[in-house]
């Protein structure tokens, strides 16, 4: 796999010497991420760039990634303001490129380097959704539970989109799943036991956010038999991997690690701001007073880095106690989309950038 990785890598910067875009596109996306080369950044960078100026959509998106987590990392407005028209430029080239539409509509809720609009952003979040795109099906699905302005809170439609994604294995799906049915919503009551079975699907899909959830049931003996070794076990893990709920409970509650931090600790690498591919539409469930100092205090130490600015309770789709956005975190390009031949006809500008 290394060997082809690397006759890949030389493929494609053949084809970026012969002035083919996606190949210049292409040669950007391996060296982003160490496909058949070392990781270049500011190379991957200059060939996005180039890519973009040939009129490329999906150079122009992936340029406005990087802009976007370098401005994640230092709050750079600047950088914010040329991702949006990077974004704006490839949506103008292709309407239908959906992570155009995903990141400007994100981008729109949080007023970064572009206006601050609840009806741009559910256009364009609704578009990539119509066309598949599974983030935007999940930022859709978390707008339906908190609603927006112009839009009322539709838990039971929230609970069948969810449905619906969760078929994809989709372990934020899941996991918005559990809470909801863990909380109770409409004329449901609450759960916790079909939640854990939620959760730990959730868990085997990925999700650190449910394995904070669990080992909160397994804690309090909620849906299932309560061990509070494998509770404060589970919020361990979820913290070690980077839940930042997690990583609160177990200071406020005296949790010492079961696990060795120093090993497969994740990357800090432009994932300092706090708005991710989808919305967290209910806060990690707790006792409502643990719940709400959890939640507090997470946003009092956000408020104080000046990341990004916090609004009232209650206001739809910015940060607050009920919803929690956070930037993506770096891109999984797949490798076998990168692959693609030069020579195909699909359109390629919405498989490129391939994002969590």
Do not use: W
């Not at 391996?30 to 100026?53: H, K, P, Q, V």
């Not at 040329?82 to 992570?99: G, H, T, W």
């Not at 929690?324 to 891109?331: A, D, E, M, T, V």
């Amino acid at each position: 796999m290394k060997g082809n990785k690397s006759q890949g890598y030389e493929c494609f910067r053949k084809s970026h010497n012969l002035g083919c875009p996606r190949g210049t596109n292409n040669l950007g996306i391996c060296n982003e991420m160490g496909i058949g080369t070392d990781i270049d950044l500011e190379n991957s960078f200059r060939l996005y760039d180039e890519a973009g100026s040939k009129g490329l959509p999906s150079g122009l998106v992936n340029q406005a990634f990087l802009l976007i987590k370098k401005a994640s990392k230092n709050y750079s407005e600047e950088q914010f303001r040329k991702a949006a028209k990077l974004l704006q430029e490839a949506i103008s080239i292709d309407e239908r490129n959906v992570e155009a539409c995903y990141y400007l509509g994100l981008l729109h809720i949080k007023g970064l380097g572009i206006d601050y609009d609840e009806h741009s952003a559910f256009y364009f979040l609704k578009k990539a959704s119509d066309l598949g795109h599974e983030p935007s099906m999940i930022m859709l699905a978390n707008i339906l539970y908190t609603g927006m302005s112009f839009i009322p809170s539709q838990k039971s439609e929230a609970f069948k989109m969810f449905e619906k994604i969760s078929k994809k294995c989709n372990h934020e799906a899941l996991n918005s799943l559990g809470i909801m049915i863990e909380r109770g919503f409409d004329l449901k009551g609450p759960d916790p036991k079909k939640a854990s079975i939620y959760y730990e699907r959730a868990k085997e899909e990925g999700s650190i956010d449910a394995v904070f959830n669990l080992g909160l049931l397994y804690e309090n003996g909620k849906g299932v038999e309560k061990s509070i070794p494998m509770g404060h076990s589970l919020i361990s893990e979820s913290a070690r991997l980077g839940n930042s709920l997690a990583q609160i409970y177990m200071r406020e509650h005296g949790i010492e690690s079961t696990m060795d931090d120093s090993k497969n600790a994740p990357e800090n690498d432009f994932n300092t701001i706090n708005l991710e591919n989808n919305v967290k539409a209910m806060p990690q469930k707790q006792e409502n007073d643990k719940e709400n100092n959890l939640n507090k205090k997470l946003i009092e130490n956000e408020e104080k880095e000046k990341k990004i600015h916090f609004l009232e309770k209650k206001d739809p789709l910015r940060i607050s106690y009920e919803a929690n956005i956070k930037l993506p975190n770096s891109p999984e390009k797949a490798i076998n989309t990168v692959f693609q031949s030069d020579n195909e006809e699909e359109d390629y500008s919405n498989q490129e950038a391939v994002l969590a």
